[in-house]
């Protein structure tokens, strides 16, 4: 139903005459016989519930009236015995609501006549480039195809409209998204009942992996962030291969994804059960500035508002701490953004034209402290709800108070 929806939601937003073509992908190739994981394009699935490769979604918009087909590869009894089962036509349709469903080998004879018959005249494709060195992907390799052998059909990137629809969330994608974070808790349970000095970061994190895949999660939302000491200060720290110390905080950054939806949660922990002093102090900041960001988040504020509310209550505890002595400076020990949003992508499309929130949309809340003098890194980072008239935190449930941290690691040392 939902993802019928996303379809008939778009259609307003689309030229007239005009075909929309948008690729699942193929499995990008390493070496010898060996590929990728398969990673479907997102925008298909949004509007398709489709992760297979080798599928096409086919749009048309004519006078006002828009179709849709759906290209599917034809089972092979050969192609089964190696890889396992695949889509077929009843099934592909009844996930994605969408009742033509042809075979790819149908695509470019279909998409010739569309084409080359005067009937459309510009063809949106997925045409993002995230930075400019990336080799282009299947979707933008297929749209330069086109423009070269049709030069008269205009090429439309169909991101900034999808990125409007996906910035508000319906209920079943609350509903994945509250799964994924659900499974993520199981997860940082299972790290805290089991976490102890002398155990290697890639153990902790095999510990939450085994957990959220045990409790039917597709897998971590990205690369499990799991950085004891001075290696929590590091953003995007991802090798996993030291040693958890005695005395050291761990900052595990990570997630579940659920139906294709992803959690994204940072938890610090004192590894041994028990914050020090000066860690707690920090951590108490962190606290205070993730909680004002979610008192404060409703819709109309942009995550900029959110950011100045989060930089206000860290700089606000370093000044009282002594650590630094003007609100500026507070960059030296805080360098991100406190939000971004969060679905079927980790750091969610957005909408350029407009950095207003709405109800429906879901961002995430988190502050840190780095402090690399200290070897200390803190980041409480939960997923928010924006509302009619504030917002729900989605992983209120998962412990963050240092007192109930270490009442919670208490009971297992
Ligand atoms: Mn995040």
Same mark, same amino acid.
């Given at each position: 139903?939902?993802?019928?929806?996303?379809?008939?939601?778009?259609?307003?937003?689309?030229?007239?005459?005009?075909?929309?073509?948008?690729?699942?992908?193929? =499995?990008?190739?390493?070496?010898?016989?060996?590929?990728?994981?398969?990673?479907?394009?997102?925008?298909?699935?949004?509007?398709?519930?489709?992760? #297979?490769?080798?599928?096409?979604?086919?749009?048309?918009?004519?006078?006002?009236?828009?179709?849709?087909?759906?290209?599917?590869?034809?089972?092979?009894?050969?192609?089964?015995?190696?890889?396992?089962?695949?889509?077929?036509?009843?099934?592909?349709?009844?996930?994605?609501?969408?009742?033509?469903?042809?075979? *790819?080998?149908?695509?470019?004879?279909?998409?010739?006549?569309?084409?080359?018959?005067?009937?459309?005249?510009?063809? @949106?494709?997925?045409?993002?480039?995230?930075?400019?060195?990336?080799?282009?992907?299947?979707?933008?390799?297929?749209? &330069?195809?086109?423009?070269?052998?049709?030069?008269?059909?205009?090429?439309?990137?169909?991101?900034?409209?999808?990125?409007?629809?996906?910035?508000?969330?319906?209920?079943?994608?609350?509903?994945?998204?509250?799964?994924?974070?659900? /499974?993520?808790?199981?997860?940082?349970? %299972?790290? &805290?009942?089991?976490? #102890?000095?002398?155990? @290697?970061?890639?153990?902790?994190?095999?510990?939450?992996?085994?957990?959220?895949? +045990?409790?039917?999660?597709?897998?971590? +939302?990205?690369?499990?962030? /799991?950085?004891?000491?001075?290696?929590?200060? &590091?953003?995007?720290?991802?090798?996993?291969?030291?040693?958890?110390?005695?005395?050291?905080?761990?900052?595990?950054?990570?997630?579940?994804?659920?139906?294709?939806?992803?959690?994204? *949660?940072?938890?610090?922990?004192?590894?041994?059960?028990?914050?020090?002093?000066?860690?707690?102090?920090?951590?108490?900041?962190?606290?205070?500035?993730?909680? /004002?960001? /979610?008192?404060?988040?409703?819709?109309?504020?942009?995550? #900029?508002?959110?950011? !100045?509310?989060?930089?206000?209550?860290?700089?606000?505890?370093?000044?009282?701490?002594?650590?630094?002595?003007?609100?500026?400076?507070?960059?030296? @020990?805080?360098?991100?953004?406190?939000?971004?949003?969060?679905?079927?992508?980790?750091?969610?499309?957005?909408?350029?034209?407009?950095?207003?929130?709405?109800?429906?949309?879901? *961002?995430?809340?988190? =502050?840190?402290? @780095?402090? !690399?003098?200290? %070897?200390?890194?803190? #980041?409480?980072?939960?997923?928010?709800?924006?509302?009619?008239?504030?917002?729900?935190?989605?992983?209120?449930? *998962?412990?963050?108070?240092?007192?109930?941290?270490?009442?919670?690691?208490?009971?297992?040392?």
């Amino acid at each position: 139903m939902s993802i019928t929806a996303h379809r008939e939601k778009l259609f307003p937003l689309l030229a007239d005459n005009s075909i929309t073509i948008l690729y699942s992908g193929i =499995p990008v190739h390493v070496s010898q016989d060996e590929y990728y994981p398969f990673r479907c394009n997102r925008q298909f699935f949004y509007y398709t519930g489709l992760t #297979r490769e080798n599928m096409a979604l086919v749009m048309l918009k004519r006078d006002g009236k828009c179709t849709a087909t759906l290209y599917i590869p034809e089972a092979d009894p050969h192609a089964i015995r190696w890889m396992g089962k695949m889509v077929m036509p009843d099934e592909a349709k009844e996930i994605s609501g969408i009742q033509s469903v042809r075979y *790819i080998q149908n695509l470019e004879r279909d998409l010739h006549f569309h084409l080359s018959s005067g009937l459309v005249d510009s063809a @949106y494709f997925d045409t993002d480039r995230h930075s400019p060195e990336d080799m282009p992907d299947y979707n933008l390799t297929k749209a &330069m195809d086109i423009a070269g052998r049709y030069p008269a059909i205009r090429i439309l990137n169909l991101h900034p409209l999808t990125a409007k629809l996906r910035k508000c969330k319906d209920e079943e994608e609350v509903a994945a998204i509250q799964k994924a974070i659900d /499974a993520t808790k199981s997860g940082l349970d %299972a790290v &805290m009942e089991t976490l #102890r000095p002398g155990m @290697y970061e890639y153990q902790v994190q095999a510990i939450f992996e085994a957990k959220i895949f +045990s409790e039917g999660a597709e897998g971590p +939302s990205f690369p499990t962030i /799991a950085g004891a000491g001075i290696n929590g200060t &590091m953003l995007h720290y991802g090798t996993n291969r030291e040693l958890c110390n005695d005395g050291d905080l761990i900052l595990l950054d990570l997630g579940a994804k659920v139906d294709g939806y992803c959690a994204d *949660i940072t938890r610090t922990y004192p590894v041994n059960g028990k914050f020090t002093d000066r860690q707690r102090q920090y951590y108490e900041i962190a606290l205070a500035a993730n909680r /004002a960001v /979610a008192k404060a988040a409703k819709p109309g504020m942009t995550t #900029r508002d959110l950011n !100045d509310i989060c930089k206000n209550v860290l700089a606000e505890g370093l000044i009282k701490m002594g650590k630094i002595e003007t609100p500026e400076e507070v960059g030296k @020990y805080y360098m991100h953004g406190v939000s971004h949003h969060l679905g079927i992508d980790v750091h969610d499309i957005t909408d350029a034209s407009d950095y207003a929130l709405l109800p429906g949309c879901v *961002i995430t809340d988190e =502050p840190g402290l @780095y402090i !690399d003098e200290e %070897a200390i890194g803190i #980041r409480i980072e939960d997923d928010l709800l924006i509302t009619e008239e504030g917002c729900i935190c989605l992983s209120e449930d *998962i412990i963050r108070t240092p007192d109930d941290i270490e009442a919670f690691m208490a009971k297992t040392l």
